[in-house]
């Protein structure tokens, strides 16, 4: 927990101060200009969006006695005494507590009382969907016989839990998140009186991670400076951000919207390579989807985000339709790191598979165990090459499978055997050379890597004798062949022979 000093320190003590709720600020300065204060006000949203200040604000405004009108001075003993939490006639309530059900049954008493010294009575209660079910009525029963030196100010950020009696006997006003822009606006107010030096990014991650809540932001920047002190820098808010709010959740979707892999495959690189948590990464990188997929479905109602995050999702899903974006969920959704969590193979394929949906309505022409190769051919019109029935490439196709197994425990990851399973196939043999395509130029240019390509040639020299080299060619138009198709694979293994798959036009996609 953090001490909150930042928090308490910079609230707002005007409304004018209030960031972010301009429209309720602006009605309730209307309010007081004209003296049509209502007697019970319902201030609804999410935590750290400005209720209980504003509504304090409002409890000063009223009871000023230099201004009387408008907003509040700030400098007449009440003003000052509702600021210190002395004013007799503010009271605060937090409906969380079990102090607060007292509470209540003790407001029924004392609200007839006229108040102490101020032009109004004030009750703020704070939770107040927390309150029992009887002091919920001894709270409705309050409101109906209202005295009109009174006025309740109800803060609540679940407003669906209060008695709807309750909730029709208030003026409503439902704060919103703040945008980013705000709650970065208000950070760089709050380092330039604290002397602290920030760097501009630094507080645009800060006021991100803090989807709406400034309480939330200014509570993170005052840790941030506890703990590195008064010098603030990117690096140090993503150590302490962690990877859920990371923004190379939102940059992955980007590219998986934008359709490119090459920028993709960067970014989960960049994850891996900093050790972050890539089960994380990915759950949060679903939810982000999840998101684009409301929003194009047309139900952002149910979205709780900034407004900037909504308007980038939305700039994102324009080009998209709706299936691809289901198909991404769905590939992303699959993947299962309890055996490589280390790997950032399973999203790389993911990644690669879901922008590569054309290709699986490319028409391929298979017959019962004509290699890809082969079928590229056939699909091309053209005469596949003659291939004796028992030629080396034939043979080492039909070996291929097991081959791979094989290689299960080797590099880096130990998941030599998974990588070359998803990512290529043999292709042909020229003289001793084993040609392998690649579906993608970055799975090519891992196993061309001496490294790798070392520990598969050795392998096929021991199994084979030859082919003993491996030689990399990229292979993108052919990668989904139909077999891949659960489907047509289980058709497969019951003995069936694949004659013709012309396009399926999408279908169940
Ligand atoms: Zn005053």
Known sequence: MTSQVFYRKWRPQTLAEVVGQEPITQTLLHALE??????????????GTGKTSTGRILAKAVNC??????????????????AQGRA????????????????IRELREKVNFAPNVAKSKVYIIDEVHMLTEPAS???????????PYVIFILATTEPHKMLPTVLSRCQ?????RLSQTAIASKLGYICEKEGIEAESQALKLISRSASGSLRDAENLLEQLVTYYSYHIDTSQVEDMLGITTDYRVSELA????HKDIARGLKTINSVASDGLDLGQFNRALIEYLRGMLLVKSGGEEALDITPEDLAQIKELVQGLLLEEILTAIKLFAQIDFRSSSSSPLPLELALVESLLPQEREEAILVKSGASHFEAEHLAQGSEPPHLEPDSPFEYLSTQWSEF??????????????????????PVAIEGDTLVLGFYHPFHKDRIENPKYRHLVENKLA?????????????????????AEDHLVKAVLEMGGRIIDTTKNSGEAR
């Open 254 to 257: 980007e590219h998986i919207a």
């Open 172 to 176: 409503r006003f439902d704060f919103r």
């Open 34 to 47: 004209t003296g049509r204060v209502a007697h019970a006000y319902l201030f609804c949203g999410p935590r």
């Open 88 to 103: 007799l006639d503010v009271i605060e309530i937090d409906a969380a507590s079990n102090r607060g059900i007292d509470e």
């Open 65 to 82: 006695t230099t201004n009387g009108k408008g907003e509040p001075c700030n400098s007449c003993e009440m003003c000052q005494a509702t």
């Open 404 to 425: 791979v197994d094989s290689l299960r425990g080797m590099g880096s990851g130990g998941n030599l055997d998974a990588f070359l399973r998803s990512a290529c196939e």
């Open 137 to 147: 009525n001894a709270l409705l029963k309050t409101l109906e016989e209202c005295p």
């Open 462 to 482: 021991e199994r084979f004798g030859t082919p003993s080299k491996v030689h990399c060619i990229l292979k993108l138009r052919a990668k989904p062949p139909a």
